[in-house]
T-cell receptor, first 110, second 115 residues
Framework: SQLAEENSWALSVHEGESVTVNCSYK?????LQWYRQKSGKGPAQLIL?????REKRNGRLRATLDTSSQSSSLSITATRCEDTAVYFC??????????FGSGTKLTVEP | EAAVTQSPRSKVAVTGGKVTLSCHQT?????MYWYRQDTGHGLRLIHY???????EKGDIPDGYKASRPSQENFSLILELASLSQTAVYFC??????????????FGPGTRLTVL
């Protein structure tokens, strides 16, 4: 079941620019997570934002959550080439089961 | 540092053959998961386990079995491999408790090609 979905299949920016990846989800949640997957690697968590939080930061990353519209965003400022990756949002269920979206492929060009 | 390892990293199997993918974690985590990822798509949950000797079905369990003989080890078994099971398989673990209870730590993946 596709309970979470990113709104863009691919984005491209130049180094130093900011970018935002958007996500919508279909069920009530206790938390939403953002993961990044670099080529040939497994996903790695970036941010977990709980349903009672509106914003969460982690260095150059900022996640927002709007439970009324069932949407979330992940913003990256001052992008670097190494930010090139696929970004996933994921909703949580019992036993920490995650439901991933299809992902947004971000390319940061020099 | 948290570590999830998978073996083999790559495998070519014949249709109808048996395939076993192995996962080992040194995180002391209770929860373990198997996902598959098809090219250009997200991850879909196959099986998971929250305690040794017990497994649960995920979203796409058909054609797969799982085994959790110990807290550290979680295997995915394809009894009769089919072409449609060609994919990259990821194992993950999570703690289930504490401040970072929900973070899943992923292994490097196993690329399975069924011919």
């Amino acid at each position: 079941s596709q309970l979470a979905e990113e709104n863009s299949w691919a984005l491209s920016v130049h180094e130093g620019e900011s970018v935002t990846v958007n996500c919508s989800y279909k069920t009530s949640i206790t938390a939403l997570q953002w993961y990044r997957q670099k080529s040939g690697k497994g996903p790695a968590q970036l941010i977990l934002i709980r349903s009672n939080e509106r914003e969460k930061r982690n260095g150059r990353l900022r996640a927002t959550l709007d439970t009324s519209s069932q949407s979330s965003s992940l913003s990256i400022t001052a992008t670097r080439c190494e930010d090139t990756a696929v970004y996933f949002c994921a909703t949580m269920s019992n036993y920490n089961v995650l439901y991933f979206g299809s992902g947004t492929k971000l390319t940061v060009e020099p | 540092e948290a570590a999830v390892t998978q073996s083999p990293r790559s495998k070519v199997a014949v249709t109808g053959g048996k395939v076993t993918l192995s996962c080992h974690q040194t995180n002391n985590h209770d929860y373990m998961y198997w996902y598959r990822q098809d090219t250009g798509h997200g991850l879909r949950l196959i099986h998971y386990s929250y305690v040794a000797d017990s497994t649960e079905k995920g979203d796409i369990p058909d054609g797969y079995k799982a085994s959790r003989p110990s807290q550290e080890n979680f295997s995915l078994i394809l009894e009769l491999a089919s072409l449609s099971q060609t994919a990259v398989y990821f194992c993950a673990s999570s703690d289930g408790t504490g401040a970072n209870y929900a973070e899943q730590f992923f292994g490097p993946g196993t690329r399975l090609t069924v011919l």
